[in-house]
């Protein structure tokens, strides 16, 4: 039996993410259909579930142009959980802004 694999989103370049930083985002139901959909991003916590939802869950580059800021990614990205695929595709992607050998995490 075959299992379903997600494709993994990456930006094209990471000037292009241009996301809000302050504030309250609802996510669209195709990133986020949990019911939960509204993230504070002045709440560290929920900045953090913001930024893994968006990164597993995007479909295409402008979901993560739209929702993520370069800065804040960076800032974020050693204490993300993220599918040990997903977090390297990114670290190959760039290599210099993100830290590699950052924290792996088993999905």
Same mark, same amino acid.
């Given at each position: 039996? /075959?299992?379903?694999? =997600?494709?993994?989103?990456?930006?094209?370049?990471? *000037?292009?993410? $241009?996301?809000?930083?302050?504030?309250?985002? #609802?996510?669209? /139901?195709?990133?986020?259909?949990?019911?939960? *959909?509204?993230? #504070?991003?002045?709440?560290?916590?929920?900045?953090?579930?913001?930024?893994?939802?968006?990164?597993?869950?995007? @479909? =295409?580059?402008?979901? !993560? $142009? *739209?929702?993520?800021?370069?800065? #804040?990614?960076? /800032?974020?990205?050693?204490? !993300?959980?993220?599918?040990?695929?997903? /977090?390297?595709?990114?670290?190959?992607?760039?290599?210099?802004?993100?830290?590699?050998?950052?924290? @792996? #995490?088993? *999905?």
């Amino acid at each position: 039996m /075959r299992r379903y694999a =997600k494709p993994i989103v990456v930006a094209d370049d990471l *000037a292009l993410l $241009h996301g809000p930083t302050s504030g309250t985002v #609802t996510l669209p /139901r195709h990133l986020d259909w949990s019911g939960s *959909a509204d993230y #504070t991003l002045d709440s560290p916590g929920r900045i953090v579930d913001l930024y893994r939802t968006v990164l597993i869950e995007a @479909t =295409k580059p402008a979901d !993560l $142009h *739209a929702f993520l800021d370069r800065v #804040t990614l960076t /800032r974020l990205w050693p204490s !993300l959980w993220l599918p040990p695929d997903l /977090r390297r595709a990114w670290e190959e992607r760039f290599p210099e802004s993100l830290r590699t050998g950052s924290r @792996t #995490t088993a *999905a």
